[in-house]
């Protein structure tokens, strides 16, 4: 017998070995089923902060926050391996790249900024803007679920006063920016900011209400890793154009960006990026005392987008007079002034498809004006992401609170079928107990909750909302503070914090071993 027929024999002998144990252990006739997915929180979040706006007059504060949650194995196992969360100036690393010291910190590594020791509890730091880089890092372990930065810069004067706000994002590939404008009057940037190491490639489309607005030096960006690149959005239109819907698609690498937008006369802040959706848009949190509300819409597929508009007040959804729908032709722009739609409540504007299962895109955004006169302000509300579990926001002044000159309102708003939530007021980052509140939402109503803060609060706070049951949930919270008789503001949404994932549980399948 040779040594082919001895081999043979042998992957017989052990496959009858292998299926031996196999008949020990599944029962007869039946497969052998795995557990369940469970899901467990993210072992790692990566956030991208824009540049600050510009002023030698503009102060910029930080806040770091992730929201406390129920230990389970993965987070055990965080723990014991350490967590850190930190942003690093673009151009850095978490790594760093010298030699490291008696405190293992590497010899040109830069000291983290608003660096996190554990959940519940916000970070703040100062920043004098005029100088402030754009920042990147990340968050581990325990302190990765739900990880979110909030960047805040009050420019007392000149142009492009008043608060600026935004939420650092996440890097992604692909954005849709209703509502920016190569106008005169307006010096809009975009901050491609690259968190890797490669570098990344990023093209950049304008559409306007007549398709797309010819460019000459969009294509092609070159964004060094670990950088950051300003595009004024004026350059790249050959004439001047009020409303525009900015594209930006990177076809290598991945980035983020956000838009800076600066008015001559009417203040600035950010333009975060809107929701892309084939059903219903959201758009939460326009203020109380909002004076002009402008919505642009953009239909970026092949088909035409018919939208029916309506307006979730405290008490039910009502169609704003003479705005009860719109037609979006594809690839178009459509700009609409809804004036003072909230009159005197606050409000949420939903957009929904005329016609269920359409399959048109859409996206959009709000330009919000306060105040009259030479003492307006701006914010935008973009389209926002449903909270479909958890979703945080840094940054309330705690300290404003019992002013007349500022504070902080969450809106929450129930478009479709009732709901239940659950918010809560972290401890702030100078003292405080955490307090939360079970808030009923009735269907297609907007709901404000403007006196729910930490017990003894000092400095920032975050607030949390978490989705009990009911319906689809969309949440925004305004930053106000009045300054020369301006009431600056700003918006951000709150999109769900992606904490958990879903993480299959291995099963034993011994099938594979035979034909």
């Not at 790692?44 to 600050?52: G, M």
């Not at 809804?338 to 957009?351: A, F, K, M, W």
């Not at 969309?474 to 009045?482: C, K, N």
Request: charged share 20%.
């Amino acid at each position: 017998m040779n040594r082919t027929t001895y081999s043979l024999f042998g992957v017989v002998a052990a496959l009858a070995a292998v299926t031996g144990v196999a008949s020990l252990t599944v029962p007869s006739g039946e497969p052998a089923a795995g557990p369940a997915a469970a899901r467990l929180p993210v072992e790692r979040s990566t956030l991208v902060c824009p540049q600050p706006a510009s002023s030698e007059v503009g102060e910029t504060t930080y806040t770091a926050y992730t929201p406390e949650g129920g230990s389970t194995e993965r987070e055990e196992g965080a723990k014991s391996g350490g967590s850190a969360a930190g942003l690093l100036p673009a151009g850095s690393t978490l790594e760093g790249g010298g030699r490291s010291g008696e405190d293992g910190k590497k010899a040109d590594e830069p000291d983290p900024v608003v660096p996190l020791e554990k959940p519940g509890v916000p970070v703040t730091a100062e920043a004098d803007s005029s100088g402030s880089p754009a920042l990147t890092g990340s968050a581990d372990g325990s302190l990765a679920p739900g990880w979110t930065v909030q960047q805040t810069t009050h420019v007392a004067a000149g142009t492009g006063r008043g608060l600026l706000g935004v939420s650092c994002t996440v890097p992604g590939t692909e954005f849709w920016f209703p509502g920016a404008s190569t106008a005169k009057s307006r010096h809009d940037y975009i901050h491609l900011t690259n968190p890797d190491d490669a570098s990344a490639v990023v093209d950049l489309e304008l559409y306007g209400k007549d398709s797309s607005v010819k460019t000459e030096s969009g294509e092609g960006i070159n964004v060094p890793g670990r950088s950051t690149v300003p595009v004024l959005l004026s350059t790249l239109s050959r004439e001047p154009v009020t409303d525009v819907v900015l594209h930006v698609v990177a076809r290598s690498g991945r980035i983020g960006a956000q838009v800076q937008s600066v008015d001559e006369e009417l203040g600035g802040d950010w333009l975060p990026a809107s929701a892309d959706s084939r059903g219903s848009l959201v758009l939460p949190g326009i203020p109380a005392d909002a004076t002009d509300v402008r919505l642009v819409v953009f239909a970026p597929g092949e088909k035409d987008a018919d939208l029916k508009v309506r307006l979730a007040t405290p008490t039910g959804a009502i169609t704003p007079a003479g705005q009860e729908s719109l037609h979006v032709r594809s690839g178009t722009t459509v700009a609409v002034d809804l004036g003072d739609v909230t009159r005197g409540e606050p409000g949420s504007l939903i957009l929904s498809p005329a016609q269920e299962g359409s399959g048109a895109r859409a996206v959009a955004a709000l330009r919000v004006l306060r105040g009259e006169g030479a003492r307006q302000e701006t914010a935008f509300i973009p389209a926002a992401v449903p909270v479909r579990e958890r979703a945080s926001v840094a940054g309330s002044d705690a300290g404003a609170e019992s002013g007349e000159d500022g504070g902080t309102v969450l809106s929450l708003v129930a478009p479709g079928k009732a709901a239940k939530v659950r918010v809560t007021a972290s401890a702030g980052s100078g003292g405080g107990e955490p307090a939360g509140r079970t808030i009923d939402l009735k269907a297609g109503t907007t709901t404000a909750v403007d006196d729910l803060r930490p017990k003894g609060a000092k400095g920032r706070y975050a607030l949390t909302v978490e989705r009990l049951s009911g319906g689809e949930v969309y949440a925004a919270r305004t930053l106000s503070l009045e300054d020369d008789g301006i009431p600056m503001f700003t918006v951000q949404t709150l999109p769900d914090d992606r904490g958990t994932v879903s993480v299959p549980r291995a099963g034993q399948d011994l099938s594979v071993l035979v034909d």
